[in-house]
């Protein structure tokens, strides 16, 4: 991509472009709500948006997940959702947005991520199906990426009420 993409969290006054762009992502409003519903509940582990010349042409939203393990609840991070603009699609935008975030967690010694998506996307950036991760979504579309070698590998995962009824 010849266009300067800057990476970075997102800020309170990128809700109005946020919201846009995932309407236009995923052609209706459920993801844009979801993000809405997390943040104001502030279930958000990270949030970034690539911004190019134009303004935001990607997001990408990790929210805080909670694995329960041995009578234990043990926060970890979930992908979801990631968006880019329609035209700018398939242009690396969102692998750059979802590598980035990878980095940022793991340098915040966050151990665990999972990921509900098709694995021909998600398994290039590590992501795999674990068998020991007990989830409503699980089965061959919900992934897990260790960011960590001690990360827990097994537990059953909840996610945050943003998530309920989806
Ligand atoms: C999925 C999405 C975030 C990927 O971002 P992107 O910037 O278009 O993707 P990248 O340029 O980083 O990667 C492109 C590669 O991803 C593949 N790809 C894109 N969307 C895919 C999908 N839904 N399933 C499988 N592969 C996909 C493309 O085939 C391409 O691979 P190839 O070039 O080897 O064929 C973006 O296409 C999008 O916003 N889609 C609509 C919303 C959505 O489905 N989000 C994901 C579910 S949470």
């Avoid at 995932?22 to 809405?36: C, I, K």
């Avoid at 947005?97 to 950036?125: H, N, S, T």
């Amino acid at each position: 991509m010849s266009e300067v993409l800057n990476i970075r969290p997102e800020r309170p006054d990128d809700a109005a472009a946020v919201r846009a762009l995932l309407d236009a992502a995923f052609g209706g409003d459920t993801e844009s709500q979801v993000v809405e519903r997390l943040r104001a509940d502030g279930d958000f582990v990270l949030s970034l948006v690539a911004e190019n010349g134009e303004g935001i042409a990607g997001y990408v939203g990790f929210p805080r997940l909670v694995l329960r393990l041995d009578e234990r609840n043990v926060p970890v991070a979930g992908l979801a959702p990631v968006g880019v603009s329609p035209p700018l699609q398939r242009r690396g935008i969102g692998g750059a947005l979802i590598r980035d975030g990878v980095a940022r967690l793991k340098d915040r010694a966050e151990r665990l991520v999972f990921v509900l998506g098709d694995p021909a996307y998600y398994g290039r950036f590590g992501f795999t199906v674990m068998e020991g991760f007990l989830s409503p979504y699980a089965g061959p579309y919900f992934q897990a990426l260790l960011l960590a070698p001690d990360a827990p590998k097994a537990g059953r995962v909840s996610y945050p009420r943003a998530f309920d009824g989806l």
